[in-house]
């Protein structure tokens, strides 16, 4: 039985085009991976965060795991990521015998503190892994100066940053590879789902194919590489394509319930809030509103 007797983190709104779209895979039979809505939702959100390839995977925690692999870590390998993330961040990495590097976080916005990342960097390491807190960007400009100098990977955790900004640029296009999640708590829902989000072909043609146990295109059943069976259905893409439509209207109301939840604490001297710089004309480091 359904409880109502508490306030729920988050209710995802599907009275757009999902019923619409959803009918339409049931009428026409296409329910798996194979259905036309994968392509589209693929090709939708990829160009909404400016990337050139969009992999949508069965979850959140899917698209991490692929993208590790898909950048060779493997044993021995260090990976720098924050101590105050979701376990999702950190399993990949175990299980392929990579070594999780943690940095402490900022206590003005519980993100990875970016001056600490430079004294965690040894002839091990082999990516920097940022997580997108709750919507607010992680600050992006010292990063990607510091993986540059060292010949690092960026993998992008935005499983919580659907159309956030960063200096005008959109939360998931920073990494060589980027990842996001589809869970009803977040911005855009497909129940369960996740997008994988890269500019590199080859990249990109690796996730493809581990989420996809690694058939092979001309000798299907010859497997040279272990992959996963990661794929979204066409039922979930359909619910996808639906939210996305309505992204921009769903990031406004957030931020306004945002508004409106920091207005009712902001007297009492017992809440801290998060560090938000607002955006300006130059800058949108932290648009959302959040307490």
Not at 9 to 23: A, C, R
Not at 72 to 83: F, K, M, Q, S, T
Request: glycine letters at 8%.
């Amino acid at each position: 039985m359904q409880r109502t007797d508490f306030i729920a983190v988050n209710e995802p709104l599907l009275d757009g085009n999902e019923k619409k779209y959803l009918t339409e895979c049931i009428d026409t039979g296409w329910i798996s991976s194979e259905g036309p809505f994968v392509e589209k939702f693929e090709l939708a959100f990829s160009s909404r965060v400016s990337r050139k390839w969009g992999i949508a995977v069965c979850n959140g925690t899917a698209a991490l795991d692929a993208a590790i692999d898909a950048l060779g870590i493997g044993p021995g390998d260090e990976v720098i990521l924050p101590a105050f993330t979701i376990i999702s961040c950190i399993g990949q990495l175990i299980r392929c015998g990579a070594k999780p590097v943690l940095v402490d976080s900022d206590p003005r916005t519980w993100n990875m503190d970016v001056t600490q990342i430079e004294a965690k960097i040894t002839p091990r390491t082999k990516a920097i892994m940022v997580v997108h807190t709750y919507g607010l960007p992680v600050d992006m400009d010292p990063v990607l100066e510091i993986a540059k100098r060292h010949g690092l990977y960026i993998i992008e955790d935005a499983a919580e940053a659907h159309g956030q900004t960063y200096r005008g640029r959109a939360c998931g296009s920073f990494g060589d590879i980027s990842t996001f999640s589809f869970y009803p708590n977040k911005l855009v829902t497909t129940g369960e789902g996740g997008m994988i989000v890269t500019n590199d072909d080859t990249l990109a043609a690796t996730c493809y194919s581990l989420r996809n146990l690694c058939f092979k295109p001309q000798r299907r059943f010859v497997h040279e590489r272990l992959g996963w069976n990661l794929r979204m259905t066409n039922l979930q893409a359909a619910l996808g394509v639906a939210q996305l439509e309505r992204i921009d209207e769903f990031a406004t109301r957030k931020r306004a319930m945002g508004s409106a939840t920091a207005s009712c604490f902001r007297a009492s001297r017992a809440c801290r809030f998060l560090w938000l710089k607002r955006r300006t004309p130059t800058t949108s480091i932290g648009s959302m509103d959040c307490c």
